[in-house]
């Protein structure tokens, strides 16, 4: 399912800073978290100012690779400009434009859903790319796709977090989870920028604990590769 301009605030914000420098705030919310403010300059980022997670991510990533959600295209700006064959895809049609502003090859307004007949090296899902999946239930069905995507000794490369800190009682050090309630990384986004507001959506975080399980039982071998503060990690799966 594409995202039309007018729904768009995350593609807006990224065609008015490519046009004009200026710094701005993009505005999240989720049923779980107050009001966060991105600024846009962080989808623009170099490598340098990248977390250590998505350097390795970059470092690690080989042959013919796949973006999920590229968004900007901070990623796969630096992997081409390094001589990799790097294709990356959005289902925002500004984010694809800024991409292909950006200098960009083979960038495509595509749903991951809807790729087949296709063979990678590498398949990236970097700032916690995996919540595309939008529900845990659909991680099995999700992990098949991308197995028939990739080529052998091919690698998929995606970076999340555990929030459970997010529910901790400062008190007594007990987790405050409503059993009852679905997995706790699961939530509903909320993003707007200035005037334009986006479509709720589903997301997910999910740690690295289930996501191993997940992946072990679709036929991968997951391995941690970085770990971070509060719960971020980048994991590695090959099949």
Request: charged fraction near 30%.
């Given at each position: 399912m594409k995202v039309a301009p007018e729904k768009d605030p995350i593609g807006q914000a990224l065609i008015e800073y490519l046009k004009?420098?200026?710094?701005?705030?993009?505005?999240?919310?989720?049923?779980?978290?107050?009001?966060?403010?991105?600024?846009?300059?962080?989808?623009?980022?170099?490598?340098?100012?990248?977390?250590?997670?998505?350097?390795?991510?970059?470092d690690l990533s080989k042959g013919k690779i796949l973006d999920l959600g590229a968004g900007s295209g901070v990623h796969s700006l630096h992997l081409q400009q390094n001589g990799l064959d790097v294709h990356p895809i959005d289902i925002s049609e500004l984010s694809v434009d800024v991409m292909k502003q950006k200098g960009l090859n083979n960038v495509r307004l595509k749903d991951y859903r809807a790729i087949s007949n296709e063979k990678y090296d590498t398949i990236l899902l970097l700032m916690n790319g995996i919540g595309m999946v939008q529900k845990i239930k659909n991680i099995p069905q999700f992990l098949q796709q991308v197995k028939g995507l990739l080529n052998n000794g091919g690698q998929v490369l995606l970076d999340s977090t555990d929030i459970l800190y997010m529910f901790e009682d400062e008190e007594d050090g007990s987790y405050l989870i409503d059993l009852n309630g679905g997995y706790y990384g699961e939530m509903i986004y909320f993003v707007s920028y200035k005037d334009i507001k986006g479509e709720p959506f589903d997301w997910f975080y999910i740690d690295y604990g289930l996501l191993s399980d997940y992946a072990k039982a679709e036929g991968f071998n997951c391995e941690m590769i970085v770990s971070e503060d509060e719960g971020h990690y980048l994991a590695k799966l090959t099949i």
């Open positions: 004009t420098n200026k710094e701005s705030t993009i505005h999240v919310d989720t049923n779980l978290t107050e009001d966060e403010s991105i600024p846009t300059s962080y989808f623009f980022r170099s490598y340098d100012e990248m977390p250590k997670s998505e350097q390795v991510a970059l």
